[in-house]
């Protein structure tokens, strides 16, 4: 246990300097508000802050519906267990434009 807890400033650091890097969190405002857009017209009510997300459906069968078929999608969510009508939706704070296009595509694949 010490040996992890002694490496984690090395794993830490770089992640800061990411995140610490002039206009980050403008670009993950940004990735969001364009989920956003992209998901506007899907059967869900999109809950976010940022990019922690969550796909907000009408009953729990259509999230549980929802998850499979997501995940057979590729995309990965959880259900969330506080409100099982939803499913947490988590993209990556590095993601790159070419994989939210990707996203978008396969959320929207799943719903279509």
Same mark, same amino acid.
């Given at each position: 246990?010490i040996?992890?807890?002694q490496?984690?400033? *090395?794993i %830490? &650091?770089?992640v800061?300097?990411i995140v610490e890097?002039?206009?980050?969190?403008?670009?993950v405002l940004a990735?969001?508000?364009?989920?956003?857009?992209?998901f506007?017209?899907?059967?869900?009510e999109l809950?976010?802050h940022?990019?922690?997300?969550?796909?907000?459906?009408?009953?729990?069968?259509?999230a549980? %519906?929802? %998850? %499979?078929d997501?995940?057979?999608a590729?995309? *990965? &969510? &959880?259900?969330a267990?506080n409100?099982?009508?939803?499913?947490q *939706?988590?993209?990556p704070l590095?993601i790159t434009?070419?994989e939210?296009d990707?996203?978008i595509?396969r959320?929207?694949?799943?719903?279509?």
């Open positions: 246990m040996e992890k807890v490496k984690a400033p *090395f %830490t &650091v770089p800061l300097d890097e002039s206009g980050f969190l403008d670009r990735i969001s508000d364009r989920l956003a857009d992209a506007e017209p899907l059967p869900f809950r976010r940022g990019l922690m997300m969550a796909f907000k459906f009408a009953d729990e069968g259509s549980m %519906t929802a %998850t %499979t997501l995940f057979d590729g995309v *990965f &969510v &959880v259900w267990n409100d099982r009508s939803a499913v *939706f988590l993209p590095v434009d070419d939210v990707e996203l595509d959320v929207r694949g799943v719903f279509a």
